[in-house]
């Protein structure tokens, strides 16, 4: 796709039957264009360069992953449990002419413990709620979140383009990683939780090895611990830089809905070669119980 932007070109010719000149140019936009999917796969390192990577790059050489692999290996939230889930679009349905549009939402559903109680002999059993909750996703109003930037010549000539091709499409993962953290963290927010205690976590009904801390830009309730691990609130967590918050939570309880239909689209930005990449997607959260998690006491 990348050498196919290259040699675009800013017109289409348009030529009149039995004529071989064109007639005219149409301007157009020198670029391609194409949709993602978390199951499609993306470039992986070549194994001749991966020694010019960090060791955090710890896919094997040559190795092939899908773009939803890349994500869950950089998504903190994922990480921690919450559920990455790639949203199925609605199929496009035609009555004769006309083309219909209509939405498919998205379910995500926690099962909770049913809860006995005891009775007395020949009292009637007192009805409960229903022990599953959950939580509808709609994908055809989802807010869309975009990325843009430039690949100069200069820079893309440093590197093969098997290199320039899995830099671009890791960066990708790696930014749609963290607009899943962002995503979800900003809907915990959205609900005001309470301050964090165990006495609330166990109310709750949480495994304590369940719950993990994310840890804002403002460093709330968080400390090392004497074993040099991060804590906050006394329970494991890394560090976010998509919130000035701390929340902890039970993460698996909670998901992020990804549009099937992720647009990605590059132009050739000028004559020298440079390549604007831009990246379009639609992202939801889905807390159905939104009392499994807290933030951090200032």
Do not use: C
């Amino acid at each position: 796709m990348i050498e196919h932007t290259r040699r675009q070109l800013g017109y289409e010719d348009h030529f009149a039957a039995g004529v071989q000149d064109p007639v005219f140019r149409m301007p157009k936009t020198p670029g391609a264009s194409t949709q993602l999917g978390l199951r499609q796969f993306v470039p992986a390192v070549p194994s001749d360069y991966k020694a010019d990577y960090p060791r955090t790059v710890n896919q094997p050489g040559n190795e092939k992953r899908t773009l939803g692999a890349a994500l869950l290996e950089h998504s903190k939230v994922a990480k921690f449990g919450a559920h990455i889930v790639e949203a199925q679009s609605a199929p496009a349905i035609v009555d004769g002419d006309m083309p219909i549009l209509y939405s498919r939402n998205q379910d995500f559903r926690i099962i909770r413990p049913a809860q006995f109680a005891i009775i007395a002999d020949g009292d009637n059993v007192v009805a409960s709620t229903y022990p599953v909750l959950s939580a509808t996703a709609e994908m055809f109003d989802a807010p869309s979140a975009a990325v843009m930037f430039t690949v100069s010549r200069a820079d893309s000539k440093q590197i093969t383009e098997d290199q320039l091709e899995y830099e671009i499409m890791d960066s990708i993962a790696r930014g749609l990683a963290r607009e899943a953290d962002r995503v979800l963290t900003a809907a915990v927010l959205a609900t005001t939780p309470a301050n964090f205690t165990l006495a609330l976590a166990a109310a709750a009904g949480v495994n304590f090895k369940g719950l993990r801390g994310l840890v804002g830009t403002n460093g709330t309730a968080a400390e090392i611990r004497h074993d040099g691990v991060l804590v906050a609130e006394g329970i494991e967590a890394e560090l976010t830089d998509v919130m000035i918050d701390t929340i902890v939570g039970a993460w698996e309880n909670s998901a992020v809905f990804i549009s099937d239909d992720i647009h990605l689209i590059m132009k050739r930005a000028s004559v020298d070669g440079s390549i604007e990449v831009s990246l379009f997607v639609n992202m939801v959260a889905a807390i159905p119980d939104d009392s499994l998690f807290w933030t951090g006491a200032a």
